[in-house]
């Protein structure tokens, strides 16, 4: 009797020591897994919050970004839409603290669409660009490469007196007529905040006039940007006369320390009353011609 009553005290506690050891254990391992399922769940909310900041990021973003990089010169206003499908009113002002500012009639509308090397964008407006044009983006360490897709015809068109959005001497001079821009390619490359070219821009001011003259136009001029090859090397810049009363010539480069121009206009004598005023303004005046000297 003795012996079995020993018996059955020491088996009993063994037995509920292994059931209290088996129920800590899976009370563990249920910790485990529900510690696991609610980082899983926090993962993928965040995931999820970037991911709907990504594909929905508002317009307004990209203006933002844009006004930045120009230096308030070029604004998307009443940007609607998302960054990579959207439209804005397309303002050039003379910056963040400028009164001046003009804005192109209609709406610029956007694409961008992701690509192996960055992004592409498409860019659409009705009054102003020939069909629609398309320029690869190639972000980088420290600098960020747009380059314009070939094509034989003309880009873009614009109204002169867009310009006079810039301040001065735009709005001075208060031009009319258009500029329009032709390119067989050319890449613009900006490496910690400074600007480089390769390829070629041509701009052909056509019917150009201004409020300062009582002629009905001025004339039409050709400028040119050229890239130089190399890291450093400056844009070369020119500027020719195609027709008109006004003659204007001129050579120069754009790089890191600016633009630095040098030209000269001057009239013919039987205009040259109407343009002295004009010429007065836009540079030295030395006789029948006028200096011109940016930089």
Excluded at 29 to 50: D, F, M, P, S
Excluded at 95 to 115: H, K, N, Q, V
Excluded at 246 to 268: I, Y
Aim: one cysteine or more; charged letters at 15%.
């Amino acid at each position: 009797m003795i012996r079995k009553k020993r018996n059955r005290q020491l088996w009993s506690p063994t037995v509920a020591s292994t059931g209290w050891s088996e129920s800590t254990l899976a009370e563990q391992a249920w910790v485990e897994a529900r510690g696991a399922a609610v980082r899983w769940a926090v993962a993928g909310a965040i995931v999820g919050v970037l991911a709907g900041l990504v594909l929905f990021a508002p317009a307004s973003w990209l203006a933002s970004a844009i006004a930045s990089w120009t230096g308030g010169r070029l604004v998307l206003a009443d940007a609607r839409g998302t960054v990579w499908s959207g439209s804005a009113v397309a303002v050039l002002a003379g910056g963040p603290d400028s009164r001046d500012a003009s804005f192109l009639p209609g709406r610029l509308e956007w694409t961008l669409a992701p690509r192996w090397y960055g992004v592409e964008l498409a860019a659409r407006q009705e009054c102003c660009l020939n069909g629609t044009t398309l320029i690869q983006i190639r972000p980088g360490l420290g600098r960020v490469r747009a380059t314009l897709v070939p094509r034989t015809d003309w880009v873009g068109q614009w109204p002169s007196a867009w310009l006079g959005g810039l301040g001065t001497p735009w709005n001075t001079l208060q031009l009319g007529g258009s500029f329009r821009l032709l390119s067989p390619g050319v890449t613009i490359e900006s490496v910690e905040g400074r600007w480089r070219l390769d390829g070629r821009v041509d701009l052909a001011l056509e019917g150009v006039s201004s409020r300062l003259t009582t002629l009905d136009t001025l004339g039409s001029y050709k400028v040119s940007l050229t890239g130089g090859n190399g890291t450093n090397s400056a844009t070369l810049l020119s500027v020719t006369t195609m027709d008109g009363p006004l003659q204007l010539t001129g050579n120069g480069t754009w790089g890191p320390g600016g633009v630095k121009f040098r030209g000269e206009a001057r009239a013919a004598a039987i205009d040259e009353a109407a343009l002295s005023n004009l010429l007065n303004i836009i540079g030295r005046r030395d006789g029948a011609r006028s200096i011109i000297s940016i930089g």
